[in-house]
């Protein structure tokens, strides 16, 4: 069974940057969508973006301008970038793989706070 395996996540101030990082153990052409999510204390887990198997990507407006979801296929990895960062992105933020069924990764915790 493929596993993914977050990384990156950490306490940064509002305005800096992180690039989070999701290995796959097998390879991600297999993946039809492939997705970061995140959830907040308190608060149910949400999209933040996506990208299709042709390369199609999907954002959440409140990320839409800062943020950039990409993968490295020869890699097995997915990516996000984050910039700009707020308060309010402050979440575990969770690798999610679908292909018939959906694999999630353990989460990495992203902290924005001065």
């Known amino acids: 069974q493929v596993q993914l395996v977050e990384s990156g996540g950490g306490l940064v101030q509002p305005g800096e940057s992180l690039r989070l990082s999701c290995a796959a153990t097998?390879?991600?052409?297999?993946?039809?969508?492939m997705a970061w999510y995140r959830q907040a204390p308190g608060k149910q887990r949400e999209l933040v973006a996506s990208?299709?198997?042709?390369?199609?990507?999907d954002y959440a407006d409140s990320v839409k301008g800062r943020f950039s979801i990409s993968r490295n296929m020869a890699k097995n990895t997915l990516y996000l970038q984050m910039n700009d960062l707020k308060p309010e992105d402050t979440a575990v933020y969770y690798c999610?793989?679908?292909?018939?069924?959906?694999?999630w990764g353990q989460g990495t915790q992203v902290t924005v706070s001065s």
């Open positions: 990208i299709a198997g042709g390369g199609i990507t």
């Open positions: 999610n793989g679908h292909r018939g069924v959906g694999y």
């Open positions: 097998e390879s991600i052409f297999s993946f039809t969508v």
